[in-house]
């Protein structure tokens, strides 16, 4: 005999009435009655308010972390090596801060931003600092640090940004966090690929789409070879 298991409310834990429920992309379930929102990391389902789930929670990324930060990074690091972008060692720095503090040190203020990349010439050449949202889960902090590692890259070849637009830019960084994110083969990273796929923004999103065609029209080292 096959007993079929209860389905549960991912939100309650009762079980599952016949009148109906809402879903996520996770197949995860629960109740209508339920006000809710879904998880700004990975999409699951969550009570209103709340901005991650507590997966996405027990992952976030803090600056009172020693390591985790720093992993992150020489992660991030050998993927973009691997696919023939070299970032510089010893001029790059990371600093993990709250929003306010984004929003002193950005040009565009927004509830949105992440991440942040200010670079400035020196004698010795240019020097990088990446500002990151603070208490990120792992997945998206991954995902923004790769895009400002973009910004890194880019600004490293300063002349090529005399000849692009703001769209090329951001769209062009979003790519390298799509690449970066093509090493993860999980479900958080494949939500946040689609996301980027379907983005309407038309810089971010449009962009990021303008500069995918790009690169599989050209090859993505000869695209890389023309920022030389």
Not at 176 to 195: G, N, P
Not at 199 to 225: C, H, S, T, V
Request: proline share 3%; with cysteine; net charge positive.
């Amino acid at each position: 005999m096959i007993i079929k298991k209860k389905e549960v409310c991912c939100l309650c834990g009762k079980e599952l009435q016949g009148c109906g429920y809402r879903y996520d992309q996770w197949g995860n379930k629960c109740c209508l009655a339920h006000v809710t929102s879904t998880c700004e990391s990975c999409g699951k389902l969550v009570r209103r308010g709340q901005r991650f789930c507590p997966a996405c929670r027990r992952s976030q990324v803090s600056a009172t972390d020693k390591l985790r930060p720093q992993f992150v990074y020489s992660e991030v690091k050998s993927r973009l090596s691997s696919i023939g972008m070299n970032l510089p060692t010893e001029t790059v720095d990371i600093s993990i801060t709250d929003r306010t503090e984004l929003n002193r040190l950005a040009t565009y203020k927004s509830d949105q931003l992440t991440g942040l990349t200010i670079s400035a010439g020196t004698p010795f050449g240019m020097r990088h600092s990446i500002y990151l949202l603070d208490e990120m889960p792992t997945s998206r902090y991954k995902e923004t640090l790769a895009h400002e590692c973009g910004h890194v890259w880019l600004n490293d070849r300063f002349s090529i940004l005399n000849r692009q637009s703001i769209q090329e830019v951001e769209g062009f960084c979003n790519l390298v966090a799509y690449k970066v994110l093509l090493f993860d083969h999980t479900k958080e990273a494949e939500i946040a690929r689609e996301s980027m796929l379907s983005n309407p923004d038309p810089i971010y999103g449009e962009g990021f789409r303008i500069m995918k065609r790009r690169a599989e029209q050209m090859g993505w080292n000869r695209m890389l070879a023309s920022y030389s």
